[in-house]
């Protein structure tokens, strides 16, 4: 079956444009997350979306980030005024839900973006 | 403060040998620890979890790892790493003391096999 998909899979935008990511998580999945993961660095936890609850956001590095996610399914990164530190993988990853612990979660391939 | 540790960056290890792979976690709390691996090309995969019970988990591909409660460690290891094995290992806690149900993971350690 379908795994997680993310697009673009790379992407270069010049400092101050506003650039968007997309994850299709695997179907049925209720629990999606983002994560950056720069070079040497660990993968660093963004924003988490459980079923209808409030999303946990306390990841998000600074205002000029965000996310949404519509109809329970497929979810946007936005990143607002990009700077070069922006640049890095932005990987999403979904879960059956209930808790992350509970089921293992599946990664996407990630967006590679680089910030000129 | 971090909340797991993995301490080698970067391991090189020889086809056939054993490997272990060290994590370390820095609060108090029992934790859910997790190993996963990130090959290359590809995303990353749950190699194997530890909830309670069982203090030695069995993973995926032959990998084994022990939580160790007096050493706060959870570390991975293969008896005979094999090529492709080559690979990013990352370890990573739910953190019960902030209520997040999202997994944190340590920076990771790069392995390197020889032949």
């Known amino acids: 079956g379908a795994g997680v998909s993310q697009s673009p899979s790379n992407k270069v935008t010049e400092k101050g444009k506003d650039v968007e990511l997309r994850c299709d998580p695997i179907s049925g999945h209720t629990a999606l997350y983002w994560y950056r993961q720069s070079l040497g660095q660990g993968l660093e936890f963004l924003i988490y979306f459980q079923g209808n609850s409030a999303p946990d956001k306390s990841g998000l590095p600074s205002d000029r980030f965000s996310a949404e996610r519509t109809g329970g399914s497929v979810s946007t990164l936005t990143i607002q005024r990009t700077q070069q530190e922006d640049s890095a993988v932005y990987l999403c990853?979904?879960?059956?839900?209930?808790?992350?612990?509970?089921?293992?979660?599946?990664f996407g391939n990630g967006t590679r973006l680089t910030v000129t | 403060a971090q909340s797991v540790t993995q301490p080698d960056i970067h391991i090189t290890v020889s086809e056939g040998a054993s490997l272990e792979l060290r994590c370390n976690y820095s609060?108090?709390?029992?934790?859910?620890l997790f190993w996963y691996v990130q090959s290359p090309g590809q995303g990353l995969q749950l190699l194997l979890k530890y909830f309670s019970g069982d203090t030695l988990v069995q993973g995926i591909k032959g990998f084994e790892a022990e939580f160790k409660r007096s050493q706060s460690s959870f570390n991975l290891r293969k008896p005979s790493v094999h090529w492709s094995d080559a690979a990013e290992y990352f370890c990573?806690?739910?953190?019960?003391?902030?209520?997040?149900?999202?997994?944190?993971f340590g920076s990771g350690t790069r392995l390197q096999v020889q032949p």
């Open positions: 990853a979904s879960s059956e839900g209930g808790s992350s612990y509970n089921s293992p979660l599946h």
């Open positions: 990573a806690v739910v953190r019960m003391d902030t209520g997040r149900r999202a997994l944190t």
């Open positions: 609060y108090g709390a029992t934790p859910y």
